[in-house]
């Protein structure tokens, strides 16, 4: 087909590849959009620099949400379901694609598309950071040129039929789920669906995460912001203690405790964590600490350490008696030897056998060389 300009778009041609089916879509913002594309320079061999079919996945992002690529938006919504085109576009519209580029690949490797930026814009991080890790992207940051790029529209989704990811979320709309997802997550140890419920609180916490990485450390919000984590860091360790998985709640509440060395929770549950471990130094440790900071819980926690003694008297004769266990088993399994004299001749010259040979056990414990006989 004939290649044409796009209209109020300068630096743009499109030619249609393949016709879709029905009317333009209408693109509401945040409307989803998925389609494959390929990405081409523009020289004589059209060399391909990106195929979303060769990467396994076709690429997505939601319209009107300040994606880097403003002119993909352009391009796409020129588009009918199931339509390819390729459009040339000048190299006033692909300066940041390099940055666009390393991103989806990090996302098909599964990987954060935010991956080593810092908080700024894309061309900021660009001149920070000098080079994406891929060499044909570098080139592109340092001599940006015209590309071509053949794409396909495969599904125009409703804004409001899907879950938003979170790294699609903005601030705001980080910090509106967040409480959403603690209810959700305290509804569901009602009904002691504990992994589910540590689910939603891990969700959660790295919602806020997010959104605190893009802070400046020691200002208000930062620390407003790790506060609000400390709850649902401390119900995902319940949960956890909970589904008995103590190493996890080891890893958790020792992050968290560095960073809020006052947090008595944190010391309870991971004193619990050791216990269940049989650490009884670590365990014993942390119990204390909960009684520096809150002397009203030394009953607590003077049962938890009468608990924790009987625990390990309980740990101390299961391991003797299973090592006992092991000895004996050893010692019945062990075969005997048994040694025949040699014969001896009496005075008529006549050879002699002894009625009852000596037996000697072969139990390094009590054989003459082992070191019970020592």
């Not at 959403?180 to 689910?199: C, F, P």
């Not at 600490?289 to 009953?299: F, I, Y």
């Amino acid at each position: 087909m004939e290649e044409t300009y796009l209209l109020k778009h300068p630096g743009v041609k499109k030619k249609i590849l393949a016709g879709g089916t029905g009317p333009l879509p209408h693109f509401a913002p945040g409307t989803k959009l998925v389609f494959h594309f390929q990405t081409l320079l523009d020289n004589f061999e059209r060399t391909v620099i990106d195929d979303s079919r060769l990467a396994g996945r076709p690429a997505e992002i939601f319209f009107g949400k300040m994606f880097k690529m403003e002119v993909w938006e352009t391009l796409l919504a020129s588009m009918r379901i199931g339509e390819v085109a390729e459009f040339w576009c000048d190299a006033i519209h692909t300066g940041l694609y390099p940055i666009v580029s390393k991103g989806m690949r990090l996302i098909a490797q599964g990987k954060d598309p935010l991956e080593g930026q810092r908080h700024m814009c894309g061309m900021g991080n660009m001149f920070n950071y000098h080079s994406t890790g891929f060499p044909e992207l570098d080139e592109l940051m340092r001599t940006p040129q015209s590309l071509i790029f053949i794409m396909e529209l495969l599904q125009v989704g409703d804004p409001l039929s899907y879950q938003r990811e979170s790294w699609m979320m903005e601030k705001d709309e980080k910090l509106q789920t967040v409480p959403i997802l603690h209810m959700q997550g305290n509804l569901l140890v009602k009904q002691t669906k504990y992994r589910e419920a540590a689910s939603k609180y891990k969700e959660a916490v790295l919602l806020l995460k997010t959104v605190q990485s893009r802070e400046m450390p020691g200002d208000i919000d930062y620390i407003n912001l790790g506060r609000m984590i400390i709850p649902l860091e401390l119900n995902f360790c319940q949960c956890m203690l909970e589904l008995e998985e103590y190493y996890e709640v080891i890893e958790h509440t020792t992050e968290l405790l560095e960073k809020h060395k006052d947090c008595v929770k944190g010391y309870y549950k991971r004193a619990k964590a050791h216990a269940a471990v049989w650490n009884e130094k670590e365990a014993r440790r942390d119990f204390h600490m909960v009684v520096n900071l809150d002397v009203t819980l030394a009953s607590l926690i003077n049962r938890e350490l009468r608990a924790l003694s009987e625990t390990m008297k309980e740990k101390y004769w299961e391991e003797k008696e299973k090592y006992w266990n092991m000895l004996d088993k050893g010692e019945s399994e062990t075969p005997s030897i048994i040694f025949a004299e040699p014969h001896k001749e009496d005075p008529g010259g006549n050879k002699t056998t002894p009625t009852h040979p000596p037996t000697f056990d072969l139990c390094p414990l009590c054989s003459p060389g082992g070191s019970a006989g020592r």
